[in-house]
């Protein structure tokens, strides 16, 4: 095959599609995807690296704060509490440990898929969108655990922030600019 066999036509009737071009929102549904699965990923090593001590804080906190919460009269302190308690309270702690961790847990297993559903959306096809979506309710559930319960600050933060960038997240996957931007990759092959 000589050169001029194998070059490419030239001419109007042989030019490539032009690129489809990626809108800001498509943009911005992939920064909060991501900014959701990473939050819950950072929520969850906090409580996996906090560990026993996180879980007492979180007790004596709670008690000292909310005593109501435990029906326990107002000026009962953790301290009181642990005197009374005993040995109970080495199994409370533990309790609440299993606790934070079962949940840091879903959370993770969640922000695993949520990063993988944002990797595979690249190219904005919509059943990478659904993938998002789904992904992104679901993890809710443990979210809203989270900030339900008398958990750590910096857990209770970390969680509101994945839940606003989720819901964010799934109004993005469905924008017409986003949907449209999907339609022309798909058309370009």
């Known amino acids: 095959m000589s050169y001029s066999q194998a070059a490419p036509p030239v001419g109007d009737q042989h030019r490539a599609a032009p690129r489809a071009r990626r809108p800001g929102l498509f943009l911005a549904l992939l920064l909060t995807s991501a900014l959701a699965a990473l939050s819950g990923v950072f929520g969850a090593v906090l409580v996996f690296a906090g560990g026993k001590d996180m879980a007492e804080t979180n007790v004596k906190d709670v008690i000292d704060d909310h005593p109501d919460v435990l029906g326990l009269g107002s000026g009962f302190t953790a301290a009181d ?66 900030v339900g319960d008398y958990e750590p600050a910096s857990v209770t933060a970390l969680s509101y922030l994945a839940i606003v960038a989720s819901a964010l997240a799934v109004v993005l996957c469905w924008l017409p600019a986003v949907s449209r931007y999907g339609r022309e990759v798909k058309a370009r092959g």
């Open 81 to 146: 509490f642990k005197q009374v308690t005993g040995p109970m309270w080495d199994e409370l702690i533990s309790d609440r440990q299993d606790t934070l961790t079962a949940r840091a847990t879903m959370v993770a297993i969640f922000a695993v898929f949520a990063l993988i559903a944002t990797l595979l959306a690249r190219k904005a096809a919509t059943w990478s969108r659904v993938l998002i979506t789904l992904t992104a309710l679901v993890s809710l559930i443990p979210h809203f655990l989270i």
